[in-house]
């Protein structure tokens, strides 16, 4: 077949037409929107976001993006994500990349798909949150009305997990290494808690605890951090084992290191590490416990109580000579009767094992302890109990060399309200029932 020339002209005429229509379309103007304002992703897997324009544009539009995690506690780590945003505008088939800071909306198209891929770790983290915002860069060139409203973004943490008792962390001790084995995630609230899981234990707090914890060769084999400083619960300490060893699990609140009281304003302020003291004596307080509760040389576990002849408690029948026995014949036999202040703290009234454990601290805590008598206190009658027995007295110099140990007045009546009235009158240091009128009293 022959094709004239003029047919051809005209063919091409009517091909280069309908190309120079399709070029010619421009629409820079279109409505866009996002999808929601919450998304939610498992560590190790993307966020996906959906974003669409009412119209097709002819040009590519920028997006600009930002993590925001400026409003957040539970803020995601710069490790925890690939900073570089990807997009696809065929639902998901293919993806491009963007920047760290802009995808493109591409030109021709009405639904976008913005990607960011979180990394999966081995570590025990918070389910970590996040803000993403969202800017059109839309310059003088288009006309995009519509917004895209900040989306919550929160990367939920696939690290298994051992339920937390009281605080917010949980670690092994293994060679002095404190390795994070469980954590409560719903528990973490503040930047101070946040940054004890990323960061660890600060080593000043690491070194005193390791240091106390060590002196008497029985150390602690967990550490439960509490970081709370409105909760009461200071510490506490529990023999874990099944098989009467000695494996020390030890609880302490430490905000009470770094935060203190104002006296005047009664606010909470913060305080440079342990400098009023009190960390200390509650670590102090704890370490008592495990010196006078321990398996090794104080109570046996495996006397059961009809086999026992002296103290039997929930820790095991006291030995022979040990801490508790003694204690428990000098101060809590019937015929004894002690003048007041018959404890060191109110704290100390509530058994035996806390009684002597806030001797231990108390007598610890003092720069010096008055010889007592049998008509002298009963608190100080136990402070010189624990002066008196090596297997106490032995740890009071290194344990003063460790860490500043002290009760700040505030949290025991002896001191402050030994020998004066609640209106500050003095009362004669023998006068056992007026100075008991005067701890009531307060
Ligand atoms: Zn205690």
Known sequence: MRLKLTTLVSLLALML?????????????????????LIGTVEGSPFIYNLSLSKELSEDLPIKLVIDTTETVKYINKDDYNPIFEYSSDSGKTWRK??????????????LKIRLNTLDDKKLEVH???????????????????????????VEDNENNISVTYGIAIYALDN??????????????????????????????????????SFGDIGIKYLEVMFDFSADLQGFVRNVSKSGEDQWYMGLELSRAYYTVDPVTKMKI???????????????????????????????????????????????????????????TAFYDESVTLNEPSHVTAYARTNIVEDIAESFAYYNSQEDTPISSTDSSGALRK????????????????????????????????????????????????????????????
């Open 98 to 111: 963007g920047t760290a800071s802009s995808v493109t909306f591409p030109k021709n198209t009405k639904d």
């Open 128 to 154: 970590e949150e996040f803000k993403l915002n969202f800017t059109v860069d839309a310059g003088d060139k288009f006309s995009i009305s519509g917004s895209i409203d900040p989306v919550e973004c929160i």
């Open 383 to 442: 402070m010189n109990f624990v002066a008196n027995l090596i297997s106490l007295n032995k740890f009071r110099t290194p344990i003063r060399e460790a860490i500043n140990v002290k009760l700040p007045s505030s949290y025991s009546d002896i001191r402050a309200h030994f020998n004066r009235t609640k209106d500050g009158k003095r009362i004669s240091c023998i006068d056992h029932g007026k100075i008991a009128q005067a701890v009531k009293d307060r």
């Open 270 to 328: 913060r305080q440079k590490y342990n400098e009023n003291g009190f960390f200390g004596y509650v670590l102090t307080h704890e370490f008592g416990h495990i010196m006078t509760l321990n398996q090794a040389r104080e109570m046996d576990i495996l006397t059961g109580p009809d086999d026992c002849s002296r103290l039997y408690i929930r820790e095991g029948c006291a030995r022979e000579a040990s801490a508790l026995d003694g204690f428990n």
């Open 17 to 37: 037409s309908t190309s120079c229509k399709k070029d010619e379309y421009v629409n820079l103007k279109a409505t866009i929107a996002g999808e929601s304002s």
């Open 176 to 213: 002095n290494n404190f390795n994070l084995i469980a954590l409560n995630r719903e528990k973490i609230s503040d930047n101070d808690q946040k940054s004890i899981i990323d960061n660890g234990l600060k080593q000043e707090v690491k070194d005193d605890i390791l240091e106390v914890t």
